[in-house]
């Protein structure tokens, strides 16, 4: 097999066409800025914090947002999950030397609990903390947007799950840019159309380093493969649907207030971040 | 197999317990009954315009409101698709007497074409035509709501149809009660929870004929067996996804206004509809 653009012996295929390494990672590259430019995620002059976990899909978001010369650090948050957790951190440091970006660390441990002390089933938890932590950095650092490496399939999968949990904003969130308000720090998605797949070849392809290994806690893929299977039946149907959420209208948080603990927005008295801190607070981390 | 009921002999099964007929039926129509009552489908002295095609969803559905005793009359539109319309009617006509409920007739031939002059891959053409005659009939005479057989599966397809296809409308039409503004009469889905397969049985255990042919312009099923294999592997599916489609809050229709040519609602200026009737018109029918 060779190369579709230059002829070089092929790495992989891209979107029906075999490319060789390099060919491979300009075509990715300019699948992302082309994503970005389609969504208008990153406004001029943006300070953008990009989600580092070390695992495949954050270090190709990291390192292609690099390339393209935004203005950028990488925040890394430290769950607590016993080796796992050092491991993630240890790449991420790595990675963030390779590709010359700041790196934040910020620990859920000084608040009291880690994600070690939550059942496998409470998984909501890591989200809320992640997301809680992600916010609260942002804005207290002055960046103007989050950036995380959620691809294609994490959003239908996000979307699946929440229509059959019942979850009131199953389909708002879905969205490669949702506008910060308030408290809240605009969220952008770069990787929303890039599959895992493809975020896997590109960092192969650039020789990263990234954590293989799956969470130990990580939920069940029942939606991914759900998801993969509807795609083998119908085709595109990943690519149609994002961009079926992608147009959906938004709608307003009508009712929002902040915690009487922490002060950060929340539609209840104290916000889930708090409720779960109080929840499963560990004296020995004190 | 006996009854769980009753222990007379089985029928078949309802929701995980073996029934005889007549307690089939019976557990059958309260799953509706209580569908009605859960989403307030019909409020007190509504008069409901039931639509009739004469196939398993619409003939279960006719059956359970004209037993429950409501003010209720049924219409079938002829949508003029040769021997299958014919037989439609036919059986239309056969139900309405058994049920001893009023059937009106309106054929689409009177507005210059059937839907026989319509290509195959066109079929948005007659789910438009249906709306539209339903809706005028509707309310140019006196209804208060219009209730079709759409069941769980339709409501999912339709769905992942519009998720799939772009359709702005996606969501916010796949609920069980739809409230109308202006020109639009407020339409119902009284069989929102139940399953085609749930239908089939309560006509057969009732006795009543239906037309068992499928539409020959009928759009292919791969959405549905798609819905079967989800909830194969994940039980509940269908009704929790309901259940929160249902839920979904409801945006207004923003831009509307008359149709040039009929003065029915439209975001257009001319309808879908008068478009068709234009483009489709076939003179013999004049």
């Known amino acids: 097999m060779k190369c579709a653009r230059c002829k070089e012996k092929a790495f992989e295929k891209f979107r029906g066409r075999y490319y060789c390494t ?16 389609r969504y208008k995620m990153i406004k001029e002059g943006e300070k953008i914090l990009a989600a580092l976990s070390g695992g495949k899909d954050s ?6 947002l ?7 650090e990488a925040l890394h948050i430290d769950l607590g999950i016993g080796d796992y957790s050092r491991k993630s951190l240890e790449i991420s440091n790595k990675i963030a030397e390779i590709l010359n970006v700041e790196l ?10 880690t994600v070690d002390d939550v059942k496998k089933k409470e998984c909501s938890v890591c989200g809320n903390a992640k997301r809680y932590l992600m916010n609260r950095f942002a804005r207290e650092n002055g960046f103007d947007v989050i950036a995380t490496g959620h691809c294609a399939e994490d959003i239908l999968s996000n979307f699946f799950k929440n229509l059959y949990s019942g979850n009131v904003e199953w389909s708002e969130k879905q969205k490669p840019r949702i506008e910060g308000f308030d408290k809240i720090v605009t969220r952008i998605r770069p990787l929303y159309e890039m599959s895992e797949r493809e ?3 590109y960092v192969m392809a ?7 290994e799956e969470c130990p806690k990580a939920p069940s893929t029942r939606w991914k493969e759900i998801i993969y299977d509807i795609e083998r039946k119908v085709p595109n149907f990943k690519i149609n ?5 992608a147009r959906e209208r938004e709608r307003k948080l009508e009712d929002y ?7 950060e927005i929340t539609t209840t008295e104290i916000c889930q971040f708090c409720r779960n801190v109080m929840k499963f607070r560990n004296p020995q981390l004190r």
């Open 22 to 37: 390099n060919c491979f990672i300009k075509k990715y590259e300019e699948a992302v800025k082309s994503t970005i430019k």
């Open 199 to 201: 975020n896997l070849l």
């Open 206 to 212: 650039r020789d990263l380093p990234f954590l293989y």
């Open 104 to 113: 934040n660390v910020v620990s859920l441990k000084s608040y009291g609990f």
């Open 59 to 64: 270090v190709a978001m990291l390192s292609v």
């Open 257 to 263: 207030r902040y915690c009487k603990v922490c002060g």
């Open 241 to 245: 649907c994002l961009r079926t959420l």
């Open 66 to 72: 690099s390339r393209f010369g935004f203005d950028l």
